[in-house]
């Protein structure tokens, strides 16, 4: 904990180390040496990669528009593409897309495909695959599905399949990238995919205030309260007014930040802060190309 009031950084690395903790995995360690699932909080756009309970790495992601939000609850993926064909799923989003027809066969060469280099389905056509810029990371973009910046894309599948010992070599996962040839990976058990959508969350002794990017009314007095009560922080110096204003705080771009030691000293606002979803450093880098059924 920190004695003092403590700064942006202090409370960045905080947050940044807290925020997927809890996740409990899935999977029998008599068939696997090492375990591994993936989790993902909405609010947050955070991916986040557990092997053995224990925290792999983290990715900045995009996900679903409002009007096609992502599925909320557990997934299972069973395979990673590289080189995936796309097939336009019948929706008013790809009629709106010109050149598009729903139903062909669009393959991982042609720029219409906006797939890109890898995808992993999720099932009911909800799918992890490349974004299509570093824009994407951050917003409601897609169809529904997860849109992963293409360097993290091949991290967290080259992960994976290390996780998960899959016997594919090196040779063919670099032939993949560098061509359009599909190479289909099987996993020999689904992998589970934990999709949330939690914008109050305490964990690590900090609570974060995500925005309420589907707007649902989650943001709000008696459900912040009730969060930290089941979290078993002191609200006994916590009113309403004060709640009100830490969660005015979050905006489409950040989150509020606090320990909750300071809120059970009554130093909500005075201690919390105002912080990016994304650290810019996470934002910015080349364009990549649009290549990646619901992109």
Not at 240 to 255: G, N, P
Not at 268 to 280: F, R, T, V, W, Y
């Amino acid at each position: 904990m920190f004695t003092r009031k403590p700064n942006r950084a202090q409370l960045l690395r905080v947050a940044k180390a807290t925020i997927f903790i809890s996740l409990l995995l899935v999977g029998s360690p008599s068939v696997h040496s090492q375990t591994a699932a993936d989790r993902l909080n909405v609010p947050s756009f955070r991916l986040t990669l557990w092997q053995n309970g224990k925290e792999v790495k983290s990715y900045y992601v995009g996900v679903g528009m409002k009007d096609y939000p992502i599925y909320i609850g557990r997934r299972e993926a069973a395979e990673i593409i590289w080189n995936p064909a796309w097939i336009p799923p019948a929706s008013d989003w790809v009629s709106s897309h010109k050149g598009v027809r729903s139903g062909e066969v669009i393959k991982a060469s042609d720029p219409r495909n906006p797939l890109g280099k890898i995808k992993i389905p999720l099932g009911e056509s909800y799918l992890i695959h490349q974004a299509a810029s570093t824009n994407d990371v951050g917003n409601l973009v897609s169809h529904g599905c997860v849109r992963v910046l293409r360097a993290d894309l091949y991290d967290l599948a080259e992960k994976i399949i290390a996780a998960r010992s899959v016997p594919i070599s090196s040779k063919r996962i670099a032939a993949a990238k560098r061509g359009f040839k599909i190479l289909d990976v099987r996993l020999d058990e689904p992998l589970p995919v934990d999709i949330s959508y939690d914008t109050l969350v305490v964990e690590g002794g900090v609570l974060h205030i995500y925005p309420d990017v589907y707007d649902r009314g989650m943001n709000r007095p008696a459900r912040l309260r009730a969060e930290l009560v089941s979290s078993r922080v002191d609200v006994s110096k916590l009113d309403d007014e004060t709640m009100k204003q830490m969660l005015s705080q979050v905006t489409r771009r950040a989150q509020f930040v606090v320990e909750t030691r300071s809120i059970e000293q009554g130093r909500a606002l005075e201690d919390g802060q105002q912080l990016p979803l994304i650290p810019k450093k996470k934002a910015v880098g080349s364009r990549q190309k649009a290549v990646s059924s619901k992109p």
